[in-house]
């Protein structure tokens, strides 16, 4: 009865930390291992973490009418676009965006193929950072 009780109080110590992590995942807008902010949390996390590199995968005239700062242009419609993501740095960690979202959506599990662990997805895109008077190069 006693071994009974105790395998009882494993699992319902295990299921219980599975759902904090879920939750505290969830809460943090992290969904399959890729953390989602908006525009401004972008903003802030530019500002105090240098090492991220903003990945625009726009078009080359996309990019050219205004990108973030420091910003590297990957074109998603490029017939290489999977073979320069897998030329990036797995250990760097990216802020990627398009103008609204899906194409840098789409791009995530292409980096995450591509062996990147640490992932940020601006979601809405550059029309999101817009619409919040954000500044652009």
């Given at each position: 009865?006693?071994?009974?009780?105790?395998?009882y109080a494993?699992?319902?110590?295990?299921?219980?930390?599975?759902?904090?992590?879920?939750t505290m995942?969830?809460?943090?807008?992290?969904?399959?291992?890729?953390?989602?902010?908006?525009?401004?949390?972008?903003?802030?996390?530019?500002n105090?973490?240098?090492?991220?590199?903003?990945?625009?995968v726009r078009?080359?005239?996309?990019?050219q009418?205004?990108?973030?700062e420091?910003?590297?242009?990957?074109?998603?419609?490029?017939d290489?676009f999977?073979?320069?993501?897998?030329?990036?740095?797995?250990?760097?960690?990216y802020?990627?965006h398009?103008?609204?979202?899906?194409?840098?959506g789409?791009?995530?599990?292409?980096?995450?193929?591509?062996?990147?662990?640490?992932?940020?997805?601006?979601d809405?895109?550059?029309?999101?950072w817009?619409?919040?008077d954000l500044?652009?190069?």
């Amino acid at each position: 009865m006693k071994n009974a009780i105790s395998s009882y109080a494993k699992v319902a110590l295990l299921l219980t930390l599975f759902t904090v992590n879920f939750t505290m995942a969830h809460a943090a807008g992290i969904k399959n291992g890729v953390k989602h902010v908006n525009a401004q949390e972008a903003h802030n996390l530019l500002n105090s973490e240098k090492t991220i590199q903003v990945l625009d995968v726009r078009t080359a005239r996309e990019f050219q009418q205004g990108h973030l700062e420091g910003a590297i242009n990957i074109d998603y419609y490029a017939d290489d676009f999977a073979d320069q993501l897998k030329a990036l740095d797995p250990n760097t960690e990216y802020l990627v965006h398009c103008r609204s979202g899906v194409r840098s959506g789409k791009s995530l599990a292409i980096l995450k193929s591509a062996g990147v662990k640490k992932l940020i997805h601006l979601d809405g895109g550059i029309n999101a950072w817009l619409s919040k008077d954000l500044p652009l190069n």
